[in-house]
């Protein structure tokens, strides 16, 4: 049973502005697609270990050699804003 | 001269032969675009102006005795969640709407490398999430062979962009059947490779650990060739395969007989579409005759699939799209908004951005995929996920392991009519039935078609291979087509 409350929290995590009439979408919707995945439940899964992927490769390693990145200014160019070398948020500490 | 009808291949022989120039071959197919674009909307950006630079630079190079690669002269469409140095790159998205890659994509420099020429980039669902094509932030695209139906998803301009001729070849994206659905509706050949077998450097990520690059075209022939040009290890991706990549043309054409073929009891149920049962039946009996054994398996995880691949895909995109906090590029909040956040303008920021900039599918995914992920949920839902994946993949290997490909119905369903299905997500979800469990495994699969039903709509045949075993699904999709 998803609730609004829960679908509130996931929205502060996810960090995602809802409208409340998408709130509530978000609970019938979350709540329909949980309740069909429920099946998985029946599959016995103990002692399997977690596939992360569907190939197994681990620790691709590389020299640590210096090499020519992008521009600062071709990284500037779609940033909304951007001044002096740096991403500029809004102001952060108390006022 | 009907530009539309030839195939990559013949046009490459085309351009040698000097039967055309590359200009003209570009010009032609740009008058065509412009007359049936407009109604099928399968692609957001066109790129005249720099493809006819690409062509005119190709015929100075074949002049000069210079050609570079099998793609040259060739024009490709782009699905527009693969970056283009220069080309506005949008993943159907208002988040992206103006975004600008400051870089290609693996594929687009191997493409371009080898002389081959970008026409545009084509719709999609936005950030591929969707199997319709009517999740594009811009507008939807139209299947040419019905305009009341959609294309497919979500690689659906591709799709519709080669259906209708605007594109000999084109490139799509493939996480739970993105590239072999939309090629299924649309009546044309589409390839999810091996996982790894393409470097996904450029293309923008949706599911990391499932998302694939595929090529798209009319004949197998030029998937293969599409397919050969692309491939191979990138050091930019960690995850792409230091394999060698065989010559997919060399044996297309011959039949591999004795070819131990399993059709898995599972993807023929009762209720199935008869037609498109039927006619994947009769594309069965066609390979038995050309000397292939067919034998009866069984994938029993087959009913595990939807929700497990839906699990882990959203939790990878919940991760993957965190990035689209109005700060680095993208779309950002207003000013006004910022400012009334008194205090907390930083969170309004990130929460604002996202919300005005993410359509309805995107947002329940992730959603969806913060959900399985957060703390009391993880086991119960993500992890459990992730142990069905293990037991999948064993599945479908150990049946590999008895016979060298599986064939299946693509689709449970040829196109539907817009608007049927996009108030209900879990329809839609269930649309990706037949394709997603060998995303979860990862193997290589193609969809071919394999006739039309009584309403005139494509019915696409799914062939799967071992582990980097492309050119044995290719020869078997080859066998397939009517020669």
Not at chain 2, 160 to 166: E, R
Not at chain 2, 256 to 274: H, L, Q, S, T, V
Not at chain 2, 353 to 376: A, P
Not at chain 2, 443 to 466: D, E, F, R, Y
């Amino acid at each position: 049973m998803v609730t609004l409350e829960e679908i509130q929290h996931i929205a502060r995590l996810c960090k995602i502005y809802l409208s409340p009439e998408e709130e509530k979408e978000m609970v019938k919707d979350l709540e329909t697609i949980l309740s069909y995945f429920q099946k998985l439940k029946e599959l016995p899964t103990e002692n399997v270990m977690p596939a992360l992927s569907s190939i197994e490769i681990y620790n691709v390693e590389r020299e640590d050699i210096e090499k020519q990145s992008l521009t600062l200014e071709k990284i500037a160019r779609n940033a909304p804003s951007f001044q002096e070398g740096f991403f500029v948020v809004p102001k952060i500490v108390g006022t | 001269m009907e530009i539309y009808r030839f195939t990559a291949r013949q046009l490459s022989l085309m351009l040698s032969r000097k039967e055309i120039s590359c200009e003209e071959l570009v010009r032609l197919l740009f008058a065509y675009i412009e007359k049936r674009d407009p109604e099928l909307r399968a692609f957001l950006t066109l790129c005249q102006e720099s493809a006819l630079e690409q062509a005119k630079a190709s015929d100075l190079r074949r002049s000069q005795g210079r050609s570079t690669g099998i793609l040259e002269g060739l024009p490709i469409a782009i699905k527009d969640n693969i970056c283009t140095q220069g080309i506005r790159t949008t993943c159907a998205s208002k988040s992206l709407e103006n975004f600008i890659p400051p870089y290609d994509a693996h594929v687009i420099e191997k493409i371009k490398e080898q002389g081959g020429i970008v026409l545009g980039k084509t719709n999609m669902d936005e950030f591929a999430m969707g199997s319709s094509c009517e999740n594009s932030a811009m507008f939807p695209t139209l299947n040419p062979r019905n305009p009341e139906c959609i294309p497919g998803g979500s690689s659906g301009g591709s799709a519709s962009a080669i259906a209708s001729g605007m594109s000999p070849l084109a490139l799509g994206s493939d996480t739970g059947g993105s590239v072999r659905q939309p090629a299924s509706l649309c009546g044309i050949v589409g390839l999810k490779p091996t996982y790894g077998r393409i470097s996904r450097y450029g293309l923008i990520a949706f599911a990391s650990s499932l998302d694939q690059i595929g090529p798209m075209a009319r004949t197998v022939e030029d998937v293969a060739f599409l397919l050969q040009a692309i491939a191979g290890k990138d050091n930019r991706d960690s995850t792409s395969l230091n394999e060698p990549v065989p010559d997919y043309l060399k044996r297309l054409q011959e039949f591999p007989a004795g070819i131990r073929i399993g059709i898995p009891k599972e993807y023929f149920f009762d209720k199935m579409d008869r037609e498109i049962s039927s006619a994947c039946q009769k594309a069965i009996l066609s390979l038995e005759k050309k000397g292939a054994k067919i034998q009866e398996v069984s994938l029993p995880s087959t009913e595990y699939a939807i929700p497990t691949y839906y699990l882990i895909a959203t939790a990878e995109a919940s991760a993957n799209l965190a990035r689209y906090d109005g700060i680095h590029y993208g779309h950002r909040t207003s000013e006004k908004n910022i400012k009334e956040g008194c205090g907390k303008s930083l969170d309004i920021l990130y929460k604002k951005s996202k919300g005005e900039s993410f359509g309805h599918e995107v947002k329940r995914r992730i959603m969806l995929g913060t959900y399985v992920l957060s703390s009391g949920y993880y086991e119960a839902w993500y992890l459990k996920a992730m142990k069905a994946r293990a037991l999948l993949r064993q599945e479908i290997q150990n049946t590999l392991s008895c016979v060298d490909a599986l064939i299946t119905p693509t689709s449970p369903i040829p196109a539907f009519k817009r608007g049927e299905k996009i108030s209900d997500p879990l329809a839609m979800y269930l649309c990706d039935i037949f394709t997603v469990t060998f995303s979860l495994s990862g193997n290589p699969a193609i969809s071919v078609p394999c006739g039309t039903n009584s309403q005139g709509m494509p019915i696409g045949l799914q062939i799967v291979g071992k582990f980097l075993d492309e050119e044995t699904i290719l020869r078997l999709g080859y066998a397939c087509e009517p020669n």
